[in-house]
């Protein structure tokens, strides 16, 4: 992102996931994020793989990747979005959680598939955005819900 705004189209990289959002591993769930609509639409992927920690125990002889973090790789999407929309004059800021409502999960995502997380910003008003989230895999429903978020200085 250096030095230009933000473009339709734009192909984030994991290394600038990292530049506008705090997570790390084993707690950044998004490989990548390609930019639909600045600020407004957008897919993030992640490649899942056995090799992520949560297998271990979530379920032994029956991977499957926990909801709640389907749920975060959606919001860590969706505030990669909302803070590249910012551009580079906007300072540093967070994205905090604020709630999560009419989850639901339709089939289990396992080791070797890849999700495409698709976020589509519902209302903003204030530091407060909304995003409706659908996790795809080959085209296929396997969980959605809506994330409120507020926008916060460090």
Not at 17 to 41: A, C, F, S, T, W
Not at 110 to 135: A, D, W, Y
């Amino acid at each position: 992102m250096a030095d230009q705004l933000p473009q339709d189209g734009e192909l984030l990289t994991v290394e600038q996931i990292m530049d506008l959002i705090p997570h790390r591993y084993p707690m950044l769930l998004v490989d990548r994020i390609k930019i639909l609509e600045v600020g407004q639409k957008a897919i993030g992927y992640k490649g899942i793989t056995m090799n992520e920690p949560f297998f271990q125990g979530h379920f032994p002889g029956h991977p499957i990747m926990p909801g709640v973090l389907l749920v975060e790789a959606l919001a860590q999407t969706a505030g990669a979005v909302t803070v590249h929309a910012l551009g580079e004059g906007a300072g540093a800021k967070l994205v905090f959680f604020m709630s999560i409502d009419e989850a639901k999960f339709r089939r289990p995502v396992t080791p070797g598939e890849v999700i495409e997380l698709h976020v589509e910003k519902e209302r903003e008003r204030g530091p407060v955005r909304r995003f409706k989230g659908r996790v795809m895999v080959d085209g296929q429903l396997r969980a959605e819900a809506i994330v409120t978020a507020m926008l916060s200085d460090k």
